[in-house]
């Protein structure tokens, strides 16, 4: 039946559709390259795709005084990132490079670990990350860690392929040593620094919001919107919203909390 869903989705646009990007903020054409929306769903203009313009959507309308905030992105790439950067007042963009130790430079691109970051507590008023999470080899650390940098109340807006129908699945994980030890056949994600690319570590499944909840005691809420004249159309569009809860209660104190408070859905 999901199948079929997206079968039927993916014919329905069949040629370029007109609309408003919420990235380029410019009337444009929505032109579809390929059978993959989520990738091949253009912004005539920006060249942006529809995961960066529902994340862009979800700041605007949940965030608007994000210009104001103290951000920082984890693997900043593509429109979305150059907006941030360029209309955000407090925008602390950093890469993951192995070879840097956390908080060194490299290009003039301060180098971070999600899962052992140099910043203080409360750093930021949002954390964006976009896809990252599908390559982190431990994400209850990466969870853990940017809900430590981020203020009370702030939030962590993110994208990811999320598998919402089936259960997690944990293709690798660090081994002793530090080395990766592979549980599943090796994929790769294209990453723009690195020709190699990105493993996936896990692909994400019902359990994503308990599992943030769980090791974070941030509450997440999924926002899947559908409009086809901001171009927002394809798979793996959620956008998750975890907000950090405004007390200093701990994540083991969390788990105490029923789980079914840990996510709403949203869909528009």
Known sequence: MLSRARMLLRSA???????RCPICENRTVFIKTGPWLREQFLCYRCKSIPRS???????ETRFPSWREQRVHESSPVGPASTKLARECHHYTPTQFVP????????????????????????????????????????????????TRTLRPGGAHVFTVPWFWWEETLVRAVRGEEGKIRHLEP???????????????????????????????????????????????????????????????MRADQGQAIESDRSVRTETL
Request: overall charge negative; charged content about 25%; aromatic content about 8%.
């Open 99 to 146: 070879d840097v130790p956390p908080g060194g430079f490299k290009d003039g691109i301060r180098c971070e670990n999600l899962e052992e970051q140099t910043f203080g507590d409360a750093s930021f008023d949002l954390v964006v990350t976009s896809d990252a999470f599908e390559h982190v080899l431990d994400p209850a650390r990466g969870f853990s860690e940017i």
């Open 53 to 59: 313009r529902a994340l862009i959507h979800v700041l």
């Open 13 to 19: 646009i069949t040629g370029p559709v007109l609309g």
């Open 186 to 248: 090796a994929d790769y994600h294209c990453n723009p620094i690195d020709e190699k690319g990105s493993l996936v570590v896990t692909e994400w499944g019902r359990e994503l919001c308990d599992f943030i909840y769980r090791t974070s005691a941030a509450t997440t809420t999924a926002i899947l919107i559908r409009d086809m004249s901001l171009g927002l159309a394809g798979e793996f569009c959620e956008v998750p919203i975890s907000t950090k809860p405004m007390s200093s």
